[in-house]
T-cell receptor
Framework: GQNIDQPTEMTATEGAIVQINCTYQTSGFNGLFWYQQHAGEAPTFLSYNVLDGLEEKGRFSSFLSRSKGYSYLLLKELQMKDSASYLCAVMDSNYQLIWGAGTKLIIKP | ETGVTQTPRHLVMGMTNKKSLKCEQHLGHNAMYWYKQSAKKPLELMFVYSLEERVENNSVPSRFSPECPNSSHLFLHLHTLQPEDSALYLC??????????????FGPGTRLTVT
């Protein structure tokens, strides 16, 4: 079966750095997406990785290792507004997105 | 209006009611999706439309009936639902389906409660 694993919840301090991990087992791979979802709102796109390595976009970076079936989202200089759920999704061989259950990130002052 | 809009934002219905959810995308995309989001569970893909044709139906019960009259509009018709169907229903669109690299843009969702 297809599976995406990510931690259920994480807590970090304002101004710090946090890494949210995602491991996957899917039938085929056509890229990995990270989305942010604030409570009661729509998921919004953060990043897309299809090749191994690090993609940096401002305070957010995303890393992919296809051989290990592993990705992480790195958030730097955390702000209170970063409190949200972070969703990892893998596009499989049928170009369908397989979603993780999301990681709820709590930022404390 | 910009992005992806959904109406209504909240809906309470009885098990014998019939209602419809509406989604509209203002992005010029060719693919539209319906997802179900339940608490602490992964997003479940329900239906995919590409250029107004249904290309995916992930074993969704027949009490959910989608309709895509054109590439900008998507409906989800609901009838004789069960309490376990209570969830957030999200609509999304992307430039294309069946190919990689295109992110999906989501609407704010309809919070559905079945009583």
């Amino acid at each position: 079966g297809q599976n995406i694993d990510q931690p259920t919840e994480m807590t970090a301090t304002e101004g710090a750095i946090v890494q949210i991990n995602c491991t996957y087992q899917t039938s085929g791979f056509n890229g990995l997406f990270w989305y942010q979802q604030h409570a009661g709102e729509a998921p919004t796109f953060l990043s897309y990785n299809v090749l191994d390595g690090l993609e940096e976009k401002g305070r957010f970076s995303s890393f992919l290792s296809r051989s290990k079936g592993y990705s992480y989202l790195l958030l730097k200089e955390l702000q209170m507004k970063d409190s949200a759920s972070y969703l990892c999704a893998v596009m499989d061989s049928n170009y369908q997105l397989i979603w993780g259950a999301g990681t709820k990130l709590i930022i404390k002052p | 209006e910009t992005g992806v809009t959904q109406t209504p934002r909240h809906l309470v219905m009885g098990m014998t009611n019939k209602k419809s959810l509406k989604c509209e995308q203002h992005l010029g995309h060719n693919a539209m999706y319906w997802y179900k989001q339940s608490a602490k569970k992964p997003l479940e893909l329900m239906f995919v439309y590409s250029l107004e044709e249904r290309v995916e139906n992930n074993s969704v019960p027949s009490r959910f009936s989608p309709e895509c009259p054109n590439s900008s509009h998507l409906f989800l018709h609901l009838h004789t639902l069960q309490p376990e169907d209570s969830a957030l229903y999200l609509c999304a669109s992307s430039q294309a389906a069946g190919t990689g690299g295109y992110e999906q843009y989501f609407g704010p969702g309809t919070r559905l409660t079945v009583t």
